[in-house]
């Protein structure tokens, strides 16, 4: 939730600050210029004053214009790791084929060669956070949806992220919608919780 704080335009917001009232003698060259006097010339004072507070205020009503985030969807999925394991046992490398995209697909065949135990975990955790992510949107999997277009890569630092393909990263970006994943793993199982945030334009 956003809290955003207006000052209120009020007789007593408008005028000068305490203690400029007292000061009603202008300088020498404005009281020549513009005429008036000293009522007139403290009435000048609080116009510029009240003008400069109302710009305040039309800025921070211009914030809520700005668009603002809320959640769209959240998914969580666990995953039995032994059943993924079941599963390669079966039907070999075509079930990875299966679930990965080309990039995941590479990083599987490089763990499974030096540890097959590290390929398993690797393609668990990848099953479970897209399971995660399918929920999350609303549409499990059900076109566009699609096991190889969404693909659970990894930023320099490590952090898990989601990069989508095809006509499933068109459908999501229309909505300008954001995916945030984490996933882990541990001896039997893997776990991931996704969210998905919308930009939502707000106006005054």
């Given at each position: 939730?956003?809290?955003?704080?207006?000052?209120?335009?009020?007789?007593?917001?408008?005028?000068?600050?305490?203690?400029?009232?007292?000061?009603?003698?202008?300088?020498?060259?404005?009281?020549?210029?513009?005429?008036?006097?000293?009522?007139?010339?403290?009435?000048?004072?609080?116009?510029?004053?009240?003008?400069?507070?109302?710009?305040s205020c039309a800025a921070q009503t211009?914030?809520?214009?700005?668009?603002?985030?809320?959640?769209?969807?959240?998914?969580?999925?666990?995953?039995?790791?032994?059943?993924?394991?079941?599963?390669?046992?079966?039907?070999?490398?075509?079930?990875?084929?299966?679930?990965?995209?080309?990039?995941?697909l590479a990083a599987w065949r490089r763990?499974?060669?030096?540890?097959?135990?590290?390929?398993?975990?690797?393609?668990?955790?990848?099953?479970?956070?897209?399971?995660?992510?399918?929920?999350?949107?609303?549409?499990?999997?059900?076109?566009?949806?699609?096991?190889?277009?969404?693909?659970?890569?990894?930023?320099?630092?490590?952090?898990?992220?989601?990069?989508?393909?095809?006509?499933?990263?068109?459908?999501?970006?229309?909505?300008?919608?954001?995916?945030?994943?984490?996933?882990?793993?541990?001896?039997?199982?893997?776990?991931?919780?996704?969210v998905v945030e919308r930009d939502v334009?707000?106006?005054?």
């Amino acid at each position: 939730m956003i809290s955003l704080r207006f000052d209120e335009v009020s007789p007593h917001s408008i005028l000068p600050p305490a203690g400029e009232g007292e000061k009603c003698a202008p300088p020498l060259g404005e009281s020549r210029k513009e005429g008036g006097g000293c009522g007139a010339w403290l009435l000048r004072k609080s116009f510029r004053h009240a003008r400069r507070k109302l710009a305040s205020c039309a800025a921070q009503t211009r914030l809520l214009q700005l668009s603002f985030i809320m959640i769209q969807g959240i998914g969580t999925d666990i995953c039995d790791i032994s059943r993924i394991r079941a599963a390669l046992d079966r039907h070999g490398e075509r079930f990875a084929e299966k679930i990965l995209s080309d990039a995941e697909l590479a990083a599987w065949r490089r763990r499974s060669t030096r540890w097959p135990e590290r390929g398993v975990r690797y393609l668990a955790t990848r099953f479970s956070a897209k399971e995660a992510f399918s929920k999350a949107i609303g549409l499990g999997m059900r076109l566009p949806m699609h096991w190889r277009l969404c693909e659970i890569a990894n930023r320099p630092s490590g952090e898990p992220m989601i990069v989508l393909h095809g006509g499933l990263e068109d459908w999501f970006a229309a909505r300008r919608w954001t995916a945030h994943i984490t996933l882990s793993d541990e001896n039997d199982y893997a776990v991931s919780f996704c969210v998905v945030e919308r930009d939502v334009e707000r106006s005054a």
